[in-house]
Nanobody, 120 residues
Framework: VQLQASGGGLVQPGGSLRLSCAVS????????MGWYRQVPGKQRELVAS???????YYTDSVKDRFTISRDNARRAVYLQMTNLKPEDTAVYYC???????????????WGQGTLVTVSS
């Protein structure tokens, strides 16, 4: 099982980016999907998550600016980021809870990280 994240880059303050993360490999089911971010010297923080019922969570600092969504048919999760601020600069990681076999429990899987830089 692999997670492939994409969509990071350099953007000016107030700009937008869309992150994507796709799951490949043989799996039984996908449950919670989410995005974390990390800056040097700080702990990785949860930015947004979406469960199998499409219930969503956002950390306070991104509410009304970021939107998380998922496409179960494509086994993908997205993060639409608008009105980006310099403090959003970080490496963003997708995180997915995957059950690889019917008889196994869910496991944590992480994408490789994609850098988002917000700067003028």
């Amino acid at each position: 099982v692999q997670l492939q994240a994409s969509g990071g880059g350099l953007v000016q303050p107030g700009g937008s980016l869309r992150l994507s993360c796709a799951v490949s490999g043989t799996i039984f089911s996908i449950n919670d999907m989410g995005w974390y971010r990390q800056v040097p010297g700080k702990q990785r923080e949860l930015v947004a998550s979406i469960n199998s019922k499409h219930n969503v969570y956002y950390t306070d600092s991104v509410k009304d600016r970021f939107t998380i969504s998922r496409d179960n048919a494509r086994r993908a999760v997205y993060l639409q980021m608008t009105n980006l601020k310099p403090e959003d600069t970080a490496v963003y990681y997708c995180h997915v809870m995957i059950r690889t076999h019917q008889l196994l429990s869910d496991n944590h899987f992480w994408g490789q990280g994609t850098l988002v830089t917000v700067s003028s």
